[in-house]
């Protein structure tokens, strides 16, 4: 198993669901890559005991974030709290690709 990682590899898509692969679980940390194709959406939902945070790699999305909502795209970092409500929304023209991580790692 290799310790670096080339994010565009792991890109994929799926026309029913957004697409969502792990690409580490350590004892401390779950890293993975969620990708949106536009108009799909991650429902809101909250981690108990977890925090999590969406790093936007490319694309633009509607990040909903308790009861703050906002665009972000390329570079920006979205923190989710353990307990708070998050979801997103693609709302560009093209694939929304976010590398997540939520800590302590969901097993």
């Known amino acids: 198993m290799s310790n670096f990682f080339d994010w565009q590899e792991h890109i994929g898509s799926n026309e029913e669901k957004f697409y969502k692969t792990m690409l580490w679980q350590g004892e401390y940390v779950m890293l993975g890559m969620n990708c949106l194709e536009?108009?799909?959406?991650?429902?809101?939902?909250?981690?108990?005991g977890a925090d999590k945070f969406y790093f936007v790699l490319e694309g633009c999305g509607l990040f909903t974030i308790g009861d703050e909502e906002r665009k972000a795209e390329k570079g920006v970092l979205i923190i989710a709290p353990s307990n708070v409500l998050?979801?997103?929304?693609?709302?560009?023209?093209?694939r929304l690709?976010?590398?997540i991580a939520i800590a302590p790692g969901i097993k």
């Not at 799909?40 to 909250?46: F, L, N, R």
């Not at 998050?86 to 093209?94: A, E, R």
Request: charged share 10%; no cysteine; net charge positive.
């Open 97 to 99: 690709s976010l590398l």
């Open 38 to 48: 536009p108009g799909q959406v991650q429902k809101t939902h909250a981690h108990a």
């Open 86 to 94: 998050h979801g997103v929304k693609n709302v560009g023209g093209t």
